[in-house]
């Protein structure tokens, strides 16, 4: 797949008022498929649609580049930060989203930057996200299939397989992460 760094694509954002900070944001109404979230200063949550993945080139907080060397893998305990959230998600869900993210990631390493807001791309799949943020403002990453990859196999060796959890790299704002499409994540 070739990166369109120039496509144009009409972009609808979909803010969804949020109570105060901790509460479910309604957002289970969203259609599947890939979107960039933005995590506002009064905590609300605007979801903007991307039909196609390669169009975050064009959409700011983010950004699709060539290939990079991926991370680091970290090694022992001190390396690594695990979540597990104690609730099981939708197995065929999940499975989907994680493909999809796959197919992405295939072709592409996908950078993010945080400015004053907390950003993340999520890929939503019949009520279950799959998502990559950057848990800081003023902050920037970038996610290769080999980082993606590692983030998962590191979730189901302390969590069960399809539950709720995320997975943060050491010393980094960066966090991969699967969840039901109400909880509320990336809140910086």
């Known amino acids: 797949m070739q990166l369109l760094a120039t496509l144009l694509l009409a972009l609808t954002p979909t803010a969804l008022a949020a109570p105060a900070a901790g509460h479910t944001a309604p957002h289970a109404a969203l259609a599947n498929g890939f979107y960039l979230s933005t ?9 903007t649609p ?10 700011q907080g983010a950004s699709a580049f060539s290939r990079r060397a991926p991370k680091e893998p970290t090694a022992g ?11 099981q998600l939708d197995n065929a869900g999940t499975d989907k989203a994680v493909d999809q993210w ?19 791309v999520q890929y939503i799949n ?15 990453g970038s996610l290769s299939l080999e980082d993606f990859n590692y983030a998962l196999v590191q979730m189901d060796a302390t969590c069960r397989r399809y ?10 704002p960066e966090i991969v992460g699967k969840a039901s499409v109400n909880d509320r994540v990336c809140l910086g």
């Open 50 to 59: 991307v039909d196609d993945p390669s169009a975050l080139a064009s959409v």
């Open 39 to 47: 995590v506002n200063a009064d905590g609300t949550v605007t979801h």
């Open 163 to 172: 539950e709720a959890s995320y997975y943060q790299w050491d010393g980094s």
């Open 77 to 87: 305990l001190n390396k690594r930060f695990v979540s597990c959230w104690g609730r």
């Open 126 to 140: 019949d009520g279950v996200t799959v998502y990559y943020c950057i848990n800081a403002r003023n902050s920037v």
């Open 102 to 120: 796959k197919s992405y990631l295939s072709t592409t390493i996908l950078e993010l930057r945080s400015t004053d807001r907390t950003y993340y």
